[in-house]
């Protein structure tokens, strides 16, 4: 039998929707696990749920085969008891303590050279070797956050909660240290649930993602799948990006690569290195469409396809063409009858480097 997480939890609220959550995947050493959503869609909530800091209702969450609620059976066991590492999205790292004593602070079982041998083993792993009797108002923000991912880490939990990473950060430091976070977390081979709003920290992290809305689980799949082909309208309005691809980056110069998918070459920003594997995720709204044969724009991206479909959303249109690979892009009704668009019509997709966004994918 293959190792589970489950959790189905009905959690209420006096002033709003409530949270029922169901979601069941198969976990293994380094499972990452997105819960994806919007803020106030009860992300917090079930992550809380299942550290044991909220209690449901009603419901059951089990990881592997230890049964942490079951509100039938009666079974309630507490955060301590779960073994779990949880870092909050502040970080909540103690004001008077310094590094070494925020490291240190979950290991008060082991003897006091055993507890110094691991916040040393850890330091090292989160290369904060220098800063130990620093106190956290003398870190930068990403110093806090390895800080306080090496806290959550120091008593070898068996299951790593993380709620929302990297959004006290700066964007520069973000970006750099979202790889890095994911390096961490397959080095620790600790299986782990990050909540996060962000949809390339989702697709850079995870191996599993669950997306999350009013309080429900409303798809559940590898992220670039569930980008790339939501199940329904509300997913598609969550995730909010239409075209997410496998591409490979085969030029690199001046912060402008090129990359191919399917025989087909884009450009876009991007400091990936040539070979790196990458997922190419344009907006729809990002995409205009062009008569073959029409003036060129001063876009980077002139592609060729035909249209393979067109699907009315409200008072626009999304129109899919065929450029190699699917490529969704939105516009008018009014642009729609001026194109001529009917499927099987030939077109140029335009679209700025700026607008392909290149993340990051792991292929082991």
Known sequence: MAAEMIIDMTKTFPDRAPIQACLRYTVEASTVLILFGPSGSGKTTILRSVAGLEWPEDGR????????????????????????GYMP??????????????????????????????IAEVVELFKLQGLEAA???????????????????????????????LSALDAPTRLHLRGELR????????????????????????????????????????????????????????VGVETVVQGQVIENANGLATVAVN????????????????????????????QAGSGMTSARNHLMGRVSDIAPQGVMVQVTIDCGFPLA?????????DLRLVPGASVIAAIKAGAVHLVPRSVG
Request: proline share 5%; net charge positive.
């Open 61 to 84: 969450i089990q990881f592997l085969s230890r049964i942490w609620l079951d509100t039938r059976s009666g079974i309630r066991v507490s955060p301590q008891d779960r073994h779990i």
């Open 89 to 118: 999205q502040d970080y909540a790292l103690f004001p008077t303590y310094s590094v070494a004593g925020n490291i240190g602070y979950g290991l008060g079982a082991l003897t006091s050279h055993d507890r110094n041998k691991r």
């Open 135 to 165: 106190k956290p108002r003398e870190l930068s923000g990403g110093q806090q956050q390895r800080v306080a991912l090496a806290r959550a880490v120091a008593p070898r939990p068996q299951l790593l909660l993380l709620d929302e990473p």
């Open 183 to 238: 390096i961490l977390l397959k080095q620790l081979a600790v299986p782990s649930i990050i909540v996060t709003h962000d949809w390339t920290e989702a697709l850079t992290l995870g191996d599993v993602m669950a997306v999350v809305g009013e309080g429900q689980i409303h798809q559940v799949g590898k992220p670039h799948e569930v980008f790339s082909r939501p199940a329904d309208a509300d997913v598609a309005r969550i």
């Open 263 to 290: 025989g087909t070459r884009l450009k876009g920003l991007s400091s990936n290195a040539i070979g790196a594997a990458v997922y190419v995720c344009i907006r729809a709204e990002d995409v205009v469409v062009e």
């Open 329 to 337: 892009a939105t516009i008018t009704r009014g642009a729609v009858e």
